[in-house]
């Protein structure tokens, strides 16, 4: 089993809708979360990182749930800007590394 | 603050022959981490380092070295380039307790 899995897309939507997306976890001690957003070719770059109570930033809702070890990422009103690959990171709380998941497609139609 | 930077970022090898890419981070990091990634692949562990001195082995370390003789600094080395190598290559560091930084990344083939 897969450290962290998320489901590949591609998500499809036309501008202004919502899209929703979960990635989950193997590791219970998993401590740290993050979304990583990455273009075509381009570097990861951080978009948000997951908080246990949940938190926002924008249009842009991370929650976690430890009991079912997975987290989501909400996208509120898209813009064709959203358009990418949305990484799912995990980290262990002794780990030096981060865990990636392989990414969900997100493509934002006009 | 220029962040995390890779250099090259494109190089045509030719079988056999061997360079180095450098990473250079300004931010104090203490890890540092080299990655490829490959189309429809995610990102995959090559080598990491915890600090100055320091190397480990990620998943796919065959083939590369690597070197951290300054804290700012992750030289990953090819000795041998195979077309198997061809993939895009990036470094990132990171403090402890906190999401990484990558740089932009070196567009390696292998022919």
């Known amino acids: 089993r897969k450290e962290v899995e998320q489901d590949p897309g591609p998500f499809n939507v036309p501008e202004g809708a919502t899209v929703a997306f979960n990635c989950t976890y193997s590791n219970s001690a998993s401590q740290s979360f993050f979304w990583y957003r990455q273009d075509c070719r381009k570097e990861p770059k951080l978009l948000m990182s997951?908080?246990?109570s949940g938190n926002e930033d924008g249009r842009f809702t991370a929650q976690l749930n430890r009991a079912s070890q997975y987290i989501s990422l909400l996208i509120r009103d898209s813009k064709l800007s959203d358009s990418a690959t949305y990484l799912c990171?995990?980290?262990?709380?002794?780990?030096?590394?981060?865990?990636f998941g392989a990414g969900t497609t997100v493509t934002v139609r006009a | 603050n220029a962040g995390v930077t890779q250099t090259p970022k494109f190089r045509v090898l030719k079988t056999g022959q061997s360079m180095t890419l450098l990473c250079a981070q300004d931010m104090n990091h203490e890890y540092m981490y080299w990655y490829r990634q490959d189309p429809g692949m995610g990102l995959r562990l090559i080598h990491y380092?915890?600090?100055?001195?320091?190397?480990a082995k990620g998943e796919v370390p065959d083939g590369y070295n690597v070197s951290r003789l300054k804290k700012q600094n992750f030289l990953l080395g090819l000795e041998s380039a195979a077309p198997s190598q061809t993939s895009v290559y990036f470094c990132?560091?990171?403090?402890?307790?906190?999401?990484?930084?990558f740089g932009s990344g070196t567009r390696l083939t292998v022919v």
């Open positions: 990132a560091s990171r403090s402890y307790g906190y999401g990484y930084t």
């Open positions: 990171v995990v980290l262990l709380s002794n780990d030096y590394k981060l865990s």
């Open positions: 380092s915890v600090g100055e001195g320091t190397t």
């Open positions: 997951v908080y246990s």
